[in-house]
């Protein structure tokens, strides 16, 4: 009980140090704070320092690092005084390589019911987030960052690998992204981030290539393409979702299309959406209803998609419970 005690008040007080963070005592409570040994008490240490911007203490937050990288299974269960740090150093913009391609290569097997869990995963992803600005040559960047989207067996790290792919926005980067992309991942959620990058780097070229996933055998790559489709900013991506969503006869395609319309910055979507509502099939305008409720254009066509309901009152009921009674 006395330990729990003490245990929450060093948390309580390292909280409180965000009200006066350019206090020099805040910095050196919370230099004191890394330098504990209990991991959660370091990681929430690391996050305030981070959050404050407190770049004086980026030596110290290396420090905390090193030494819960010895025996890190004891000394740093679930990895968080390292995930924490590794954040916090991004934050404060620390670009010494050598310390995130620690991090990177870094895994950390606990045991659990029926085996071990790697505990790394997050440290691994914000370590490639981080790489993206460190000083390294770019060709060394990409090097690393292609190993980790190809071979980590974490699915989070493959996807935080192809969000930093393309971040470092360039040819090369398109070409890794479309590579990934044609060879699959076994999590349809990586290919999913390959083509949101692709989209983001280069929109006219990359439109039709993710297009043509909506025809993928895997439904929820289909369903990834969709959703990135539907949040590219470009109006040709809507045009595409329309003419595809017209072609297609998969229903669970279809709707992947409907609903990731509703994300859409692009008015034309939700006016698509309304037609669909107005006169679509049954089971189409029940999910055009889902996404037009969930969309930024949601208040602006209530009425409008009320109005449709007095036609087709069997969507009454989904009307109501997307939109809400008038």
């Known amino acids: ?40 008490i370091v990681s929430k240490a690391a996050a305030v320092a981070g959050d404050l911007g407190l770049r004086d203490l980026i030596p110290d937050l290396i420090a905390a690092f090193q030494r819960f990288m010895t025996d890190s299974v004891k000394s740093d269960p679930k990895c968080w005084a390292k995930n924490a740090i590794a954040k916090s150093l991004k934050d404060l913009e620390y670009s010494e390589a050598d310390f995130f ?12 019911w029926g085996g071990k869990e790697d505990t790394a995963a997050t440290l691994r992803g914000a370590s490639a987030l981080a790489l ?22 974490g ?9 930093a792919t393309a971040q470092l926005s360039g040819l090369d980067s398109i070409l890794l992204l479309r590579l990934k992309a044609s060879c699959g991942d076994k999590e349809a959620e990586v290919v999913g981030q390959c083509f949101a990058g692709l989209l983001e780097i280069s929109p006219p070229d990359s439109i039709p290539f993710v297009a043509s996933f909506l025809y993928a055998e895997n ?9 990135a489709l539907g949040e590219c900013h470009e109006p040709a991506a809507v045009a595409v979702l329309q003419e595809h969503w017209r072609a297609q006869s998969d229903p669970d395609t279809r709707r ?8 859409s910055r692009q008015i034309a979507a939700a006016d698509f959406l309304l037609s669909v509502v107005m ?3 049954t089971e189409d305008a029940r999910n055009a209803i889902r996404a037009l409720a969930a969309s930024r254009f949601r208040e602006d066509y209530r009425e409008r998609v009320a109005t449709a309901m007095e036609s087709r009152p069997n969507l009454l009921e989904v009307f109501h419970k997307e939109f809400g009674h008038l």
């Open 132 to 153: 993206v600005s460190c000083a390294l040559p770019r060709f060394a960047i990409l090097t690393h960052l292609v190993e980790t989207l190809a071979a980590d067996p």
């Open 1 to 40: 009980m006395v330990n729990k005690q003490a245990f929450d008040q060093k948390m309580e007080a390292i909280e409180a140090l965000r009200s006066s963070p350019g206090s020099p005592a805040t910095v050196e409570q919370l230099r004191k704070a890394l330098k504990d040994r209990n991991n959660y």
């Open 256 to 263: 992947a299309i409907l609903l990731s319309l509703g994300p």
């Open 101 to 112: 391609l620690r991090g990177l290569k870094h895994f950390q097997y606990e045991p659990v």
């Open 155 to 163: 699915k989070s790290v493959r996807v935080d690998a192809a969000r």
């Open 279 to 281: 006169e679509g099939l």
């Open 219 to 227: 439904t929820d790559v289909r369903v990834e393409a969709a959703a």
